[in-house]
């Protein structure tokens, strides 16, 4: 089986440590995962905030880059849902400039992290250990256009020390929504504010999510705050192990930020 | 083209008004009470069907056959109406159907109508219409009711005065109601109970004299020119059986063909809207019948722009609204916001899709309506008729960016990114150039960005991008299956 990390332009730009967690991860867990250096972004900012014209190069990119490979995993639910629900679309309307084809090829390949762990290695105890308080946030994309469900729970679960704890509205948009923070600053701060006071609550030390644009968000205003909470992408925390805790096995340069 | 009105004064824009919103300590109280109380309801009410995903589709296949051939259903619905005799008028927007209201009032000699709550006459702004003309119009829905009374406009379109606790409207009923009839009791407290008798007082002069009505429909039989109104306090079918004349005023898309398909929407909207099994009040009428109801029926049919948003192939399904609001009472935004924000008769979600589809994007706020959603989906999940709210609020942010209404800043930036983007190498070297200022980590940004560090700190810039860090390590550590920790998962 042929994989490919699709890393996702945020990842890859901020939050490179992501990436590291997750190729360390995958090898741990067998798999030979590749980096397809063609690849860049999805095209999720400019179709949502209206430039699907602008879009439609990024989608086509992708279909190149991902031309071959057997599973491509993602570890963001945004980005996964970006190509599994609107690739197919933007082809569908690009009049022939995407060719529809080779997207229909490509998409059904995409799998979100905890999908792949899941589905398709059919893991849910990873070997990981994380022993701190944690409270989870699935993310809207992950929640409702992907529909992972409880599978990043049930990844949790089976981390030896960590301590899972409930998030109070966990169902409920952070406000992030990409141009929405900033087109509607007052209200994405609004939402915000809930969504740290409820994981500030939950006594936990780490918000965990499987998306770095929505912890980007959550993180930010938790640092703002000063609020005693840090955020965390999923992968880092599966990644983690007894003898490697703070992955500096498989980690380059200083840590993740809070 | 005449200018669509949806009933509302205009504010600046939705960003603006939601600020201000966010800052009023008693709304935010109000509309997370009701809000969450309703939302946990309906889910619950739902949850009771197994064959809900079923009725969703069937609702929406019904609606979507039906505006397909919306011409045909329109011309069975008027010959139905009129042999039952009724009379049906054709309004082509607001300005036209306020005016054929207006003058079959007058021609009755009326000055006072008793109303049934209704969109459809808040988006045309009748009340105001009507009272230019000289003919006070009541509104007999309790929420209505506190909304006139208070001076207010309404913010939900199931519960006008959701941004209103029972303390506010007490003072509204002690304050308003000598004004308009008969006044409240003295000594009136803010029970429910007590408010609600209040109401039934005051209303009651007003059914009793009453000679003209005018309502909405929520769905209209095309087989039999049936019109059906779902209501829960009763008001409603006060105002359509005792008055002389009822005068109807329902938008075109409202249509279902055969009463075998109304069936589907009685299931799904008590549940969605008010979070009830079975609807307590469903008043249906067909034209007229000697001795029975009003005499005299007239069925305004509005059109205010669904033509043309029937002629958007993917803003079209916003037409399927049965105007239950499940979308209002999920949405994080609306939470926040509250109604008025949207500067339309049809707030929340379906109002951001719908204003502008029916209004035209025509001014600032319209404009930047499409933009008031995080695109979280939970509208989308809750529709009864399963309008992918999200996907329309993407096609219509297209049209803004397209039309210029959207930022020149912004439209440039977007190509900027697109040009780094599409290519690797260009990718790679905006990283490395962004790695060389990550010592530089303000707290306040400039310009637009500043809606990003009011609130929150800006992202740490990491020494070397991914892909960098894979050029120069191919992955770091030792390949899979040459470590010892290496476990067969394929």
């Known amino acids: 089986m042929r994989v490919a990390l699709f890393i996702t332009c945020v990842n890859d730009t901020l939050y490179p440590r992501t990436g590291q967690a997750t190729v360390a991860l995958l090898r741990r867990l067998g798999v030979d995962v590749e980096f397809p250096a063609q690849q860049t972004c999805c095209g999720q900012m400019h179709y949502n905030t209206g430039y699907r014209r602008q879009a439609e190069p990024l989608v086509r990119g992708f279909a190149e880059a991902f031309a071959g490979y057997d599973a491509i995993v993602a570890p963001s639910g945004s980005c996964a849902a970006m190509v599994r629900d609107v690739h197919p679309r933007i082809a569908g309307r690009s009049m022939g400039r995407v060719p529809r084809d080779r997207v229909a090829e490509v998409v059904p390949k995409v799998y979100e992290l905890s999908e792949f762990l899941v589905d398709v290695l059919r893991v849910t105890d990873v070997g990981a250990y994380f022993p701190h308080r944690v409270t989870y946030h699935p993310t809207c994309h992950s929640l409702r256009l992907l529909r992972v469900g409880d599978r990043p729970l049930r990844l949790l679960r089976a981390v030896r020390g960590l301590d899972l704890v409930e998030l109070e509205g966990a169902d409920e948009c952070c406000g992030f929504g990409g141009a929405f923070a900033v087109k509607n600053p007052a209200v994405s701060a609004a ?60 980690a380059d340069g200083e840590r993740s930020p809070a | 083209m005449t200018a669509v009105h949806l009933g509302m004064p205009a504010f600046p824009s939705f960003p603006e008004a939601a600020e201000a919103a966010t800052t009023d300590a008693q709304l935010r109280r109000n509309l997370r009470n009701a809000t969450h109380t309703i ?115 309404p913010s939900h379109i199931l519960v006008p005065a959701i941004h209103r606790n029972r303390s506010e409207i007490r003072e509204i009923f002690v304050r308003a109601m000598g004004r308009w009839g008969r006044a409240a009791p003295d000594g009136l407290t803010d029970r429910p109970a007590d408010l609600a008798e209040a109401a039934r007082l005051h209303l009651r002069e007003k059914f009793l004299s009453a000679k003209v009505a005018v309502s909405g429909a929520n769905f209209m039989v095309a087989e039999t020119g049936t019109l059906v109104v779902v209501e829960s306090e009763g008001n ?43 609807n307590p009040y469903t008043s249906t009428w067909t034209g007229t019948a000697e001795g029975d109801g009003p005499r005299e029926f007239h069925l305004v049919l509005l059109d205010n722009g669904r033509t043309g948003a029937l002629a958007d192939q993917v803003g079209r399904q916003a037409l399927r609204c049965i105007r239950c609001s499940a979308c ?163």
């Not at chain 2, 249509?255 to 009830?276: F, G, M, N």
């Open chain 2, 328 to 490: 209002l009472n999920v949405c994080p935004v609306y939470e926040r916001a509250g109604g008025h924000a949207y500067g339309s008769a049809y707030p929340g979600p379906i109002g951001a899709i719908l204003t502008p589809q029916l209004r035209g994007i025509t001014s600032a706020l319209d404009a930047s309506l499409p933009y008031a959603s995080s695109l979280c989906g939970a509208c989308y999940e809750v529709c009864p008729v399963a309008i992918d709210i999200p996907e329309v609020l993407v096609h219509l942010r297209e049209r803004v960016a397209e039309t210029g209404k959207g930022h020149p800043a912004e439209r440039t930036a977007m190509r900027a990114a697109r040009w780094v983007l599409e290519d690797p190498a260009r990718l790679a070297r905006a990283q490395r150039l962004a790695t060389r200022a990550r010592r530089f980590r303000p707290r306040h940004l400039p310009g637009p960005a500043a809606a990003w560090t009011d609130t929150r700190e800006v992202p740490r810039i990491p020494e070397e991008s991914f892909r960098d860090w894979w050029r120069r390590t191919q992955g770091g550590g030792p390949r899979a299956g040459g470590g010892p920790a290496g476990k067969g998962g394929r």
């Open chain 2, 39 to 153: 939302r946990d309801k309906r889910a619950r009410a739902v949850a009771e069907l197994s064959d809900w995903a079923g009725l969703r589709a069937a609702a929406a296949a019904i609606k979507n056959r039906t505006l397909r051939h919306l011409d045909h259903y329109l011309l069975q619905l008027e010959e139905a109406v009129t042999k039952a005799g009724g009379r049906v008028h054709w309004a082509i927007d607001a300005a036209d159907a306020n005016r054929i209201v207006a003058e079959l009032v007058k021609a009755t000699g009326e000055t006072h109508v008793v109303k049934v709550k209704s969109m459809a006459t808040q988006e045309i702004g009748l009340n105001e219409a009507l009272a230019a003309e000289g003919i006070t119009a009541y509104e007999t829905d309790l929420a209505e009711l506190i909304v006139q009374l208070g001076d207010d406009r």
């Open chain 1, 191 to 250: 939402m915000c504010s809930d969504k740290v006071r409820h994981a500030a609550d939950t006594g936990a030390e780490v918000l965990c999510a499987a998306d770095n644009s929505c912890l980007m968000h959550i993180g930010g205003t938790l640092e703002r705050q000063r609020a005693g909470v840090r955020t965390l992408h999923l992968a880092e925390i599966l990644a983690s192990t007894q003898d490697d805790p703070h992955g500096s096995g498989w």
């Open chain 2, 236 to 278: 409603g079918r006060m105002c359509l059986t005792l008055p002389e004349t009822l005068i109807s005023v329902v938008g075109i898309e409202k249509i279902v063909p055969t009463w075998q398909d109304l069936e589907v929407y009685l299931q799904l909207l008590p549940r969605s809207s008010t979070a009830e099994r079975m």
